[in-house]
Each structure stands twice: as C-alpha cells, then as structure tokens.
C-alpha cells in the first residue's frame, strides 16, 4: 500500500528566553500548517526557548514555563504531529508528562525534541552528541541521551537527530540501525563564512553513506554575537540536493513525502560569499537591536571605509530614518572626509551632524597642562581626540535612547588599535569580527550597483586622522599580509614560526603576535558584536589577561 504525506519546516527566527512569544509563533505555524492539509510540522533546535538559552537554563522557573508552553502546543496540536525543540529533564519520559512533574534541586537537561500529536507527548528525543568547543559549551547544561528515536508517521520511520548529531558517524548509524527510513535533523547553527559549503558537502556525504534522505532544518537570526543564517535544504538518498531554503529569511517550507520519496517545490540560488557575509551583518545589527527593544542607532561617521560601511549595514537593517551618523571633525581630520561623509550620509537618507571636537579637545588639554609639563606629546593626546568623540556619542545615546554601533573591525582589534573609552564606546561592534580586507570587499560589494559609500572612501590609504599625515601603514604592515598573519595566529592557532616558515617578515609576525596578546584586556572591554568567522573575539576566544605566557 502507498504512503504518503505532508510536512512543514519551520524555518524560524525565536527569542532566547521567550517562550510564551516563541509559543505563540509555534502555535501560528501549526493552525498555518494544518489549514494547508499538513501531518507534520517540524521546529528547529530548542525553538521554544530560543537557541542558546545559556545560564536561563540554570534558573529552575524556567522548565516550569516549557512544561507548561509543551502542554499549550501539544493541545493545539491536534490532528496534526509537531516536534519541538526544547530542553528537557532527565528521565523525563512521554508517559510521566503532566504539569506537576518537577524534580528538587538543580535540573539535570537534555536537549531534546518533543514530539506533541492530540493532546499528549508522544515520544521524546533527547540530543546525543554535545558539542563543547568554539561557541559552544552545551556541556556545561545538557546531559547526553543514548538511544535513537524513529517516530513513525503514516507508515513513514523519520530518525529524529539534532544538530552535531548527524556530525557523528556512530549517532547516525544507530538511527539507521533503529529503522530510519529518513534523517530528520533539527538545528540551531550558527553562520561562519563558508560554513554552509561545509554542511552541505558533509550532508551529501552522509546521505550517501547511509542511503537515506536527509531532511535539515536550521533556525534564523541574530542572538546576541551569534548569529543563524538558515539555509535548510533536503537531500535525496543518493546525495541529489532536492530543495534549498532562503538565508537569513525566516521561512514555511512544505514538503511531500510519498512512499519514502521526498518532493519539495521550493529552491533558492546559494548568494556569493559577499553577499551572504553583508546579510549577516545586517541580520546581527537588526536583531540585535530589535530583541533588546532599541528603536535606532547612531555611530561617528568619520569619513573613513569602517565607518562608511557601518552606516550602510545600519541603514539597511534599521531604515535610514532611525539611524543618526554624527561627523567629530578635528584640526587633523581632511576636508574630504567631512565631505564624503556628509555625501553618504545624504544619499542614504540618514540624519546627519557635523560636531567640532576641537572646544572640548582644547578644554581637556588645558586642565592636563600640569601633569603633562615635561613629558613629550604621544598617543595620549591622539586618545583625548577619539575620547571626546566617545562621550559625544554616548551622551547623544543617553538623551535620544539611541544605540551607539562602533566602527572598528577584527584586524584592528587584534593588535590594539583602537582607543578603550573612545572609538570603542558603545553598544554593539558591528564589524568586530570582519578582517579589514573583507570590510573593502564588502564595500565594493554595496557599491556593485550603486556608488551608496563614495569610492574616495575606497581607494585612499586608510588613516585614524589623528595626526598630521598619519596613515594606517604607518604603525601596521598592508593589511592583506596583516590579515593573513593575523588569521594563522587567531584562527588556526599557528605559531609565530609556523608563520614566518610560511614566508611572512620575521620582525612583522613577532611585534603582530605581541600586540594580539598584549591586547587581550581592550578586546574583554569591547562591545559585543556579530560573529562571523570561525573564530571571533568573545565567547569562542577565551585568553587569560594576567599571563606569563610568552610565545
């Protein structure tokens, strides 16, 4: 006898520790899915308390309120299966469910899937494989599961896996093993550049290891420096990629499964590295200010490339007309860089301020004459310059409630320059994991069009105008070598020999990895901000500041 059925993926973008918003979505999508003729709605990893929960977990009202919104969902769920992502309690099996369970003392959790059908909890998976590594630290909540689940729906056995379960080779098999007939994996995967090549490549190379389908699913969205960027596709038995969900969209994604074939009528084109690196910037920028409830931005438009693509990625996550660029000129700072500030901003629809810095520069100077009798100008009174930038930005942020985005990228944050109190003041580090040569190729990105950022932004030599003639090259080598010595050190964890063998200046790569490591204390002080590469500065870098370690 022929089967066959419909499913839904939910392709969602949810807010850590809002479960009753997250149930409400959930609740939305089932009446959606099921008013289209549905069986089966699926929902990505944790979706009902957003993806990572962190230390809510540790907070005992918190299972109350999942046990409470799983009996909401699984009510609601009738005449139609629903799996969800959430945590749950050790030895929590689908027949002891009721609202007074609870356990004393601290909740020993799983990450699990719940699956919900009329009015009852049905079966439970519970994650196996936790990852501990990166931004990761699932070790420090969950405990693993040990047993496959393979829930059946009309005649079909579906192999529920989450996330780096299907990473493993022995989860996998024990799933096929229990009677899978198709790999259903719910996912809350974070974006790095190039990551999706890697999931895709490792997809087909399980699907046809296997020689089952492989349905993926991955949450959307930005959660603080995370950020997911969906993606989710399905893959045939033999390694065919059959249907190719939007990034960085949130998305219902039907799909028919007869007799064990899967059928899917959407497909997306996979955007160039640029373009997916741009999204996700302005994803990280509009979520971020969206779930802790900021209204519009504002950030120092200097004149300079950082600054420039900053506003645009604000623009475009924000609209033009809740975010503010305020131009700090000083008696260092060229003509043309107020120009094209102004220009850009213009063309963009921002509002726009010019602010003089030299009144307060001057006001600081004087008050300091006494301690600075005898000691030569330095970077002192280059830092009193940015610092009067950051208390103007702060101060209109304070009276306008408007979040300050600071400007700098990774390849300045790596070595130290950047000014602690000054150009780092504020509240979200939009390219705080971008490497300065990726900031121009993102701007020639903008500009594929439309001149949006004026092109004598690209093309001068990058400088902090903090000095007479001062130019970036001065105190750092060209930023592409830069970049790449910086990458060997931070993200692949070479040595500084293992550098120079790789044909980089000795003398370069050991003041580079000195200034990395000295610089540990500014880079613990900046804001938080989007990442986007294997490795970024935040919760997947975690340097001692006190060492004696010495390379």
């Excluded at 139609?80 to 609202?99: D, K, N």
């Excluded at 049905?122 to 689940?149: M, W």
């Excluded at 493993?168 to 790999?183: D, F, H, K, Q, W």
């Excluded at 979200?428 to 903008?446: G, P």
């Amino acid at each position: 006898m022929s089967s066959a059925f419909a499913c839904v993926l939910l392709q969602i973008n949810t807010r850590v520790g809002d479960i009753p918003g997250n149930t409400a979505a959930i609740l939305a999508a089932i009446e959606d899915a099921r008013s289209q003729g549905a069986d089966l709605l699926v929902t990505p990893e944790l979706a009902l308390t957003g993806y990572p929960p962190e230390d809510l977990l540790l907070r005992p009202a918190l299972m109350a309120r999942v046990d409470e919104a799983l009996l909401t969902i699984a009510e609601a769920a009738r005449g139609i299966t629903v799996i969800v992502g959430a945590p749950q309690r050790a030895g929590h099996a689908a027949r002891e469910w009721s609202l007074g369970h609870q356990t004393a003392g601290p909740a020993r959790l799983h990450n699990s899937l719940v699956v919900c059908l009329d009015g009852q909890i049905t079966a439970v998976y519970h994650k196996q494989s936790l990852p501990n590594y990166q931004v990761f630290d699932e070790h420090r909540y969950f405990i693993p599961g040990d047993t496959p689940c393979c829930l059946e729906v009309s005649g079909v056995r579906l192999g529920l896996l989450i996330c780096e379960d299907v990473w493993v080779p022995e989860v996998v098999s024990a799933t096929r093993e229990a009677g899978a007939e198709i790999l259903v994996v719910a996912n809350a995967s974070p974006f790095a550049e190039g990551k999706h090549r890697e999931r895709m490549a490792h997809l087909v190379d399980r699907a046809r290891r296997t020689g089952l389908p492989v349905v993926y699913l991955n949450t959307v969205g930005g959660q603080d420096e995370l950020v997911f960027d969906g993606g989710s596709m399905v893959i045939d038995g033999a390694g065919h990629v059959l249907a190719q969900a939007p990034f960085f969209e949130t998305a219902t994604l039907p799909l028919t499964i007869v007799d064990g074939t899967l059928q899917a009528d959407w497909s997306h084109s996979v955007p160039s590295d640029d373009a997916l690196l741009y999204r996700a910037l302005v994803t990280g920028v509009r979520d971020y200010l969206a779930k802790t409830g900021f209204q519009s931005a504002l950030l120092g438009l200097s004149g300079g490339i950082d600054s420039a693509l900053t506003l645009q990625i604000a623009v475009d996550a924000l609209g033009a007309d809740r975010v503010h660029a305020v131009m700090m000129p000083y008696t260092y700072t060229a003509q043309m860089s107020v120009e094209d500030a102004k220009a850009q901003a213009l063309r963009l629809g921002a509002q726009f301020s010019i602010t003089p810095i030299e009144p307060m520069v001057g006001a600081f100077l004087e008050g300091l004459t006494p301690y600075f009798a005898g000691h030569a100008v330095d970077t002192t009174e280059e830092n009193l310059q940015s610092r009067c930038r950051g208390v103007i930005l702060m101060a209109l942020s304070n009276k306008t409630g408007a979040l300050v985005l600071t400007t700098g990228n990774k390849s300045e944050m790596a070595v130290g320059y950047a000014t602690l109190y000054g150009d780092m003041a504020g509240g979200f580090a939009v390219l705080k994991d971008v490497w300065k040569t990726r900031v121009y190729d993102l701007a020639r990105y903008v500009n594929r069009d439309t001149e949006w950022i004026p092109n004598r932004v690209i093309v001068r030599p990058p400088s902090a105008e903090l000095a007479p003639g001062q130019e970036d090259a001065d105190s750092l080598p060209p930023y592409p070598i830069l970049d790449a010595m910086l990458s060997r050190y931070i993200e692949q964890d070479q040595t500084p020999d293992d550098i120079i063998d790789a044909g980089f200046s000795a003398e370069d790569v050991r003041r580079m990895c000195r200034l990395v490591d000295i610089n540990e204390y500014k880079r613990r002080q900046s804001a938080v901000g989007t990442r986007v590469t294997g490795r970024g500065f935040g919760r997947d870098r975690r340097y001692p500041i006190a060492n004696g370690w010495r390379f």
